[in-house]
């Protein structure tokens, strides 16, 4: 699992620091309690680009994905 995380977290690694902090912050205190569903789901978020994944995590545009609409109401609350 370490090499798990470590590659999640090169992945968290953003163009805008706000993601970065968020992302960051809960790989590092939510991840090792998350579902299997939720860390896949995790995955799937990093591969979104930073204006969409922002937008949806300050609630600027509805995620039309429940899951990923759960898994950024997770980051929002986390940070």
């Known amino acids: 699992m ?5 590659r999640l977290r090169w992945r968290c690694r953003r163009g805008m620091h706000e ?3 968020l992302l960051e912050r809960w790989l ?3 991840y090792p309690l998350a579902t299997e569903t ?6 799937r978020l ?3 680009p930073d204006p969409q994944l922002w937008d ?9 994905d429940p ?3 759960e898994l950024c ?6 940070s």
């Open 38 to 43: 939720q860390r896949k789901t995790f995955s």
């Open 19 to 21: 993601l970065d902090v």
């Open 46 to 48: 990093l591969e979104l």
């Open 56 to 64: 949806w995590l300050i609630l600027k545009q509805l995620c039309p």
């Open 28 to 30: 590092q205190e939510a």
């Open 67 to 69: 899951r990923l609409a």
């Open 2 to 6: 370490d090499s798990e995380v470590a």
């Open 73 to 78: 109401e997770a980051l929002r609350k986390h």
